[in-house]
């Protein structure tokens, strides 16, 4: 039998193919078009335009690069009757080497602004990159921001630069934490966030083989940090991940038993009131709390499945106020 060459993964190409799709159904979707002023395409998911869920779903698979299922299904688990499900045969790629929210740009006015997607990959500036074996090439670059004012000149330029490309090659996605798009395309972040957990634990990203992922939709809200506490919340005490994993079943246990959120002091308190403690200043919180309430690591060598962690559905209504 002769083995047939593996064509190579773009991740802002197929990213880009997403975004075309979504930008033909914008009406639809609820989402609006800009072009700025050298030819750079804005895609509004829910400052000025109202956005949707499914606009949510779809920015959430354009983040993941289009190497993961993203649905939404009722859950009879926990005390909100939505979650959002992510699946992905290339947890590595989909979620550390596009969906993170790694880049840091700045709008027009100089507030902060975090960039997901695959132009990371492209400008493959950030340290992340050294421990993912992937080399980026792309004649279009893809970028999602999680913000409330738009991406602007400064951001475009920025990722222009970084990326190598003319910025009427870039695509620059947005929406509000609050909207109906930004609570969808945060809760996907579930499986991320166990992987950027196992990342610091210094496990060896090579041997997650395949992941599955839930975390509760939290119900949107106009208040920037009111939603953010909502959205981390969310996954912090609902969320659920079961990771499938190559290597010695003993790591993968050990593994499995420090993921899980209840491993950081701050456990059991809001998250809008440790953001506020700590000041909005996200260097300043245990990034051992950015993690999913339950985690399952399955040792693909033994078959054995290793469970830590629990949801807790009633400190999360509590904390949502949905009780």
Known sequence: MTSVATPSLSLNTRAAALADAMIAEASALGIGLFLGPEGETLVDCGLRYPGSLEAGRQLARICLAGLADVTLLPSSQLVLPWTVMVRTSRPVLACLASQY???????????????????????????????????????????????????????ARDMAEACHLPRNRLTLLHAPTGSLAGTVQIAARVIECALQKARALHFDLSNIAQALG???????????????????????????????????????????????????????RGF????????????????ALFSPAEVLVTALSTGDTFRAGHPDPDRLAAILGAA
């Open 101 to 155: 929210a790694g880049w840091h740009l700045k709008a027009d006015d100089e507030r902060p602004l975090m960039g997901s997607g695959p132009a990371r990959a492209l400008s493959a500036h950030e340290a992340l990159f050294h421990d993912i074996p992937h080399v980026e090439h792309a004649s279009r670059a893809v970028l999602v921001l999680e913000s409330d004012t738009p991406p602007g000149t400064a951001a």
């Open 214 to 268: 839930t975390a509760p939709l939290a119900p949107p809200h106009p208040d920037t940090r009111t939603a953010m506490g909502r959205a981390n919340d969310a996954i912090i005490y609902g969320g659920r991940v079961h990771l499938f994993v190559t290597g010695d079943a003993e790591v993968a246990k050990v593994l499995a038993e420090a993921l899980p959120s209840q491993t950081a002091p701050d456990w059991g």
């Open 272 to 287: 809008g009131e440790v953001f506020a403690e700590a000041e909005g200043d996200f260097a300043r919180i245990d990034p």
